[in-house]
């Protein structure tokens, strides 16, 4: 998916940082022209007259009390975002993506966590003000993690969209949350974490106490850290901050490799030092490391313990539990000899987004007459049919307790008077898993 950041200073409109994943039309006599949707590299900049425009309409609008949040033109819709009162962010996305506006919204928060998580609140606040230059360099820092926000394709995740931590399903947590809190214990340390890429195995209390966007934000930047050993455990020292404890004070994300894609990581002050983590780390997995190297293999890239057997219609899913703010997802549903293409892959991940996004829409709309509606309704099932170019699915989602939420692909061979059975006997399964 393509979209366009800019983060501008309203005062001088001077831009500080601006990054897309596709290349702008540079036409100075028709700035609302904004996107050329062609696949090109993301390193650009936007015409001086369009940040302009963006940046005193934003700003007149404020002056007579109206809270712009968004508009549009022919060929994008601009979303508008105030990370304080002389900074904002804007995101333009293309019309034809037709994404409801509280995914768009959260991926602008996810945006801000992500700039005062590696920068710092105070830190962007007082040099926009003094020195914009020193600033616009610092924010280099991001530049690849904010590609990697814009571009949903480099994680295969859905945190950014269900606002619940991706996880993992169907295996014995036991004696990975046994092993985290020998960890935990020993360093009096609150906020512990293993993850498998950018998916949690298990947490501590005061990690998942954390706001959604910051464990996402943590996740990935665990999940993108440059490994550079396949063999002995190598330890990556982050400084960050976290707004939900203290925005002023400076914290460390210290992670270790274990092994294949499996990281510990933990939030700390200065102590403990680097090499005491890591020999702390392979005293408490080392009694466990068949069974972290037997999770490494099951789990990656499926997400799904093999004792969890999907019917062989189903093509990916996701499942969501809101009660304990997790989600599960896979493309590949079925452990095969060789993993399917990534072009496939890519396929599977858009079109099972496409479906989420769709029942959000709706199930925000009002599907009766008001004067209807005596209790709050909401859609509880509901089957689309996908058609493009490459493939067709047939897509259904099933919604129980209002809280446990899943989202199927079929096959499109599939007759339509079996998804139903299948959709229940599978929600049913993930209920007892997750």
């Not at 992500?114 to 830190?123: A, H, K, P, Q, V």
């Not at 709706?362 to 509880?380: A, C, F, G, S």
């Not at 996908?386 to 047939?394: F, L, M, T, W």
Request: hydrophobic share 35%; net charge negative.
């Amino acid at each position: 998916m393509a979209y366009c950041l800019l983060f501008v200073n309203t005062n001088t409109c001077h831009p500080l940082l601006v990054r897309s994943t596709s290349i702008l039309e540079r036409n100075e006599h028709s700035p609302e022209m904004i996107l050329n949707l062609l696949d090109r590299p993301s390193d650009n900049q936007i015409p001086l007259a369009l940040i302009g425009i963006l940046t005193s309409s934003y700003t007149f609008s404020n002056k007579f009390g109206i809270k712009l949040r968004s508009c549009h033109t022919d060929d994008c819709t601009i979303h508008f975002y105030e990370y304080n009162e002389h900074l904002l962010m804007c995101l333009l996305e293309p019309t034809e993506f037709d994404i409801p506006t509280e995914c768009t919204q959260y991926k602008l928060v996810l945006l801000r966590t992500l700039f005062n998580m590696i920068i710092g609140y105070e830190y962007i606040d007082q040099k926009s003000q003094t020195n914009a230059q020193k600033l616009e360099n610092d924010l280099n820092l991001v530049k690849f993690y904010v590609d990697t926000i814009l571009n949903d394709e480099r994680t295969f995740s859905f945190g950014d969209l269900t606002q619940c931590a991706d996880t993992l399903c169907g295996f014995d947590r036991h004696i990975m949350y046994s092993c985290l809190k020998s960890i935990s214990d020993h360093l009096r340390c609150d906020h512990v974490c293993i993850t498998l890429s950018n998916r949690i195995i298990a947490s501590s209390v005061g990690w998942s106490r954390l706001t959604q966007a910051e464990q996402y934000i943590l996740t990935l930047l665990i999940s993108l850290n440059d490994y550079s050993n396949d063999i002995l455990p190598t330890v990556r020292d982050m400084p960050i901050y976290l707004d939900s404890i203290d925005r002023s004070h400076n914290y460390r994300l210290l992670s270790v490799r274990l092994l294949g894609q499996i990281y510990v990581s933990i939030l700390c002050s200065s102590t403990p030092k680097m090499s005491e983590f890591e020999s702390l780390v392979e005293k408490y997995s080392q009694p466990h490391i068949e069974h972290i190297q037997h999770l490494n293999t099951l789990l990656y890239p499926r997400s799904f313990h093999d004792n969890i057997i999907f019917d062989h219609n189903i093509q990916a899913l996701l499942y969501i539990n809101h009660q304990t703010h997790f989600c599960v997802s896979t493309l590949e549903p079925h452990k095969g000899n060789s993993p399917i293409s990534m072009s496939m892959k890519k396929h599977r991940y858009g079109v099972l987004r496409q479906f989420y996004m769709e029942i959000i829409r709706m199930d925000k709309e009002q599907m009766m007459p008001y004067e209807v509606l005596k209790n709050d309704m909401k859609m509880n099932e509901m089957y689309l049919l996908n058609a493009d170019d490459q493939n067709e699915y047939k897509c259904y989602f099933v919604r129980e307790e209002t809280v446990f939420e899943l989202f199927i692909l079929f096959d499109v061979n599939i007759p339509s008077i079996a998804m139903r059975g299948i959709a229940k006997k599978t929600i049913a399964l993930l209920r007892k898993n997750l």
